[in-house]
């Protein structure tokens, strides 16, 4: 089983902070964060990923509460093209395989 | 593109039929995924390599699956006698393994439809 929790669905307006939310309460203190997104009848792209520190990339930041039981993926200016499912997972780097939540469907409006 | 690539891209077979899928991976990632994901669901883990060696597989795999990796290069996962509940996309990821976190890189995915 997936050990996230993120909300099914979301809206954000073309130009605005998209900031999708997740729980991972039980996360252990080798595994990191890791959000990757889906596009419609696409493979899955990496995004981003944090073990304690907050992180940034061309694509995204991610925020990691200090305890590291939830994180916030932001994307700062959302266009049309990030309109997706975003998966956020967590993971040890032993195997690096992922095991996937139902994500949320992330809908960006013009 | 990510320089993953899947063949073919679309197959359609009938019930009992065996189906071979290749994933040829970026060529210096000596990590190789499996995944699997029927629709409206996220993809779920089938199997990994590292290099040839195939280090774990799920549950999942039933008998009729095999996954190979000759020589640490592609790799090609077959089922054999196809059920209707195989159809799915099947997806390769490849990554560059070691003790520090890396991304995975997936191809497009093959689309399996059994009828």
């Known amino acids: 089983d997936a050990k996230t929790t993120q909300p099914p669905s979301m809206d954000c307006a073309e130009g605005r902070a998209a900031n999708l939310p997740c729980n991972h309460s039980?996360?252990?203190?080798?595994?990191?964060v890791y959000w990757y997104r889906q596009i419609h009848s696409q493979g899955p792209q990496y995004i981003i990923h944090?073990?304690?520190n907050n992180e940034t990339n061309e694509m995204a930041s991610l925020i990691i509460t200090e305890d590291r039981k939830s994180s916030t993926l932001i994307l700062p200016h959302a266009t049309l093209r990030d309109t997706a499912v975003y998966y956020c997972?967590?993971?040890?780097?032993?195997?690096?395989?992922?095991?996937f939540g139902q994500g949320t469907t992330l809908q960006v409006k013009p | 593109d990510t320089g993953v690539s899947q063949n073919p891209r679309h197959k359609i077979t009938k019930r009992g039929q065996n189906v071979t899928f290749r994933c040829d991976p970026i060529?210096?990632?000596?990590?190789l995924y499996w995944y699997r994901q029927t629709l409206g669901q996220g993809p779920e883990f089938l199997t990994y390599f590292q290099n040839e060696a195939q280090l774990e597989k799920s549950r999942l795999l039933s008998d009729r699956f095999s996954a190979e990796r000759p020589k640490g290069s592609f790799s090609t996962l077959e089922i054999q006698r196809t059920e209707q509940g195989d159809s799915a996309m099947y997806l390769c990821?490849?990554?560059?393994?070691?003790?520090?976190?890396?991304?995975?890189?997936f191809g497009p995915g093959t689309r399996l439809t059994v009828t």
């Open positions: 060529s210096e990632h000596n990590r």
């Open positions: 990821a490849s990554s560059l393994g070691g003790h520090t976190p890396y991304e995975q890189y």
């Open positions: 944090g073990l304690k």
């Open positions: 997972i967590v993971s040890s780097s032993n195997t690096g395989k992922l095991i």
């Open positions: 039980t996360i252990s203190g080798n595994e990191y």
